[in-house]
Each structure stands twice: as structure tokens, then as C-alpha cells.
Nanobody
Framework: QVQVVESGGGLVQPGGSLRLSCAAS????????TEWHRQAPGKQRDLVAR??????TTYEDPVRGRFTISREDKNTAYLQMNRLKPEDTAVYYC?????????????????WGEGTQVTISS
């Protein structure tokens, strides 16, 4: 099927930057959209940014102007995070809407990675 793996998280001081990566693998025909979500302790998982197949990007208010979502190729996406704040601390998850092939039949599906921890602290 399809696997999604995030990387790039870590501990950064306020004002610093991180770049998260999202790598999808499997028999993927195409990815319709890639999203980054985040979940802080005790809170719900929230959408952060989204990029569609045609390159259209959208951002939630808390990160607009500081975060940039991009796509390198069909199966790889990034989240560049600048001017990080303590309230950005969360586990960041990559989510894709993919068309994939299984036993010669094409399906659409939603897939999540296991997340990468981002901690902003001095």
C-alpha cells in the first residue's frame, strides 16, 4: 500500500527554524494533496498547511507568513517553519490524499505518518 514518513523534527529555540520532510512510498499513481497537521499535548489535531497537486497552498492563521509548504516531486513535500514560537510545540503529522494501485486496480485513500516531534523552548 502506501507509507508516509515524516522527519526533521527537533528542539529549537524561539525564533529559530526547522524544515520538516514528508516522504510517501508505495505504488502511488498520484498525490492529490499533502497536508501538515499538528497536535499539542491535550489538544486536538489541527490542520496547519495544505498543498494541492497543482501547487495551490493554504495556511491556517497561526502560521501564515511564518511557515511554507512545498513539494519537491510527486512523493516528497516539506514544511519550512521560521520564526518559531513556543506555541508551535507539537507533534507534526503529514497527511496525503493519494491515488494508488493495488493488484492492478486503482484506489483513492488517505494516509497518515506517525508524526515528528517539534519542541520550541529556550
Amino acid at each position: 500500500q502506501v507509507q508516509v514518513v515524516e522527519s526533521g523534527g527537533g528542539l529549537v529555540q524561539p525564533g529559530g527554524s526547522l524544515r520538516l520532510s514528508c516522504a510517501a512510498s508505495g505504488d502511488i499513481f498520484g498525490i492529490r494533496a499533502t497536508e501538515w497537521h499538528r497536535q499539542a499535548p491535550g489538544k486536538q489535531r489541527d490542520l496547519v498547511a495544505r498543498i494541492t497537486r497543482d501547487g495551490t497552498t493554504t495556511y491556517e492563521d497561526p502560521v501564515r507568513g511564518r511557515f511554507t509548504i512545498s513539494r519537491e516531486d510527486k512523493n516528497t513535500a516539506y514544511l519550512q517553519m521560521n520564526r518559531l514560537k513556543p506555541e508551535d510545540t507539537a507533534v507534526y503529522y503529514c497527511h496525503i490524499e493519494a491515488v494508488y494501485r493495488h493488484e492492478q486496480i486503482y484506489y483513492t485513500g488517505d494516509f497518515w505518518g506517525e508524526g515528528t516531534q517539534v519542541t520550541i523552548s529556550s
